[in-house]
């Protein structure tokens, strides 16, 4: 597995264990009542376990295992930029509304995440080929 | 594919065809009369699908054809491998059932069940991240 495949999986790990735990929080809050304040943790639950796990994960198993040339994996700058911009904006969109932030930051976020869609596909689009292409 | 992952993998297109039927009889609310108690089911359509569905089948995908953790327990920890799959059918079980329960009878003091479903997703979870993070390593 290439260097970048293990930081965005590790990434992807850690936002599964984190949405999963505000989730757990917000479920049992549900169920045994602690307390109301619990329910702002489900913007960054969402933003966590949508993109910072799901996508996250398929992003990183995409750059491992797509079609390669030769050895070379193509623009691996724009593959690492879609990692820091993806991260970036899942905590600035996820995190942002939990700490009551000023919308600003939600914005950045939601375009640090197009920005990583956009350098994913810069990279990722010539990977999509024929064998021996 | 190893006795784990067909478990996974069967189990979570039984949630994803159970997610569509949810998603189904939400939407004919508006078109047969229903009770209004079904708008309750929206929580458990969502998690049906990204938990009982997509986290599922990427858990038995991982568990199959990451990197081995070692020459001898090439899939890291069997038990905690199991323990992943048991605790999180068992919350997201739990939940789907009590969550329409208890809103169609808040008085019954079912909350509990929504509480044990929490905490057995969450180790659940857990047990995943823990058993598959010595196997994302570089070749």
Known sequence: ?133 | MPPLTRWFVKSSLIYLIAALIVGAVMALQGVLPLPAGLAALGPAYVHLFMVGWVSQLIFGVVYWMFPKYSRAKPRGSEGLGWATYGLLNAGLILRVVGEPLIALRPEAGLGWLLALAALCQWLGGLAFVLNTWGRVKEK
């Open chain 1, 1 to 133: 597995m290439p260097r970048l495949s293990c930081w965005f999986i590790r990434a992807a790990l850690i936002y599964l264990a984190a949405g999963f735990t505000f989730g757990a929080l917000m479920l049992f809050n549900k169920g045994v009542p602690l307390t109301p304040a619990l329910w702002r943790l489900l913007p960054a639950h969402m933003e966590f376990l949508l993109l910072g796990w799901t996508a996250q994960l398929a992003i990183g198993v995409a750059f491992w295992i797509l079609p390669r040339f030769g050895s070379a994996r193509g623009n691996e700058p724009a593959a690492w930029a879609a990692f820091a911009l993806l991260n970036a904006g899942v905590l600035l969109a996820g995190i942002g509304p939990l700490l009551a932030a000023p919308p600003l930051f939600f914005a950045l976020g939601r375009l640090a995440e197009v920005g990583s869609a956009v350098a994913l596909a810069v990279h990722a689009w010539p990977r999509i080929k024929p064998p021996g292409a």
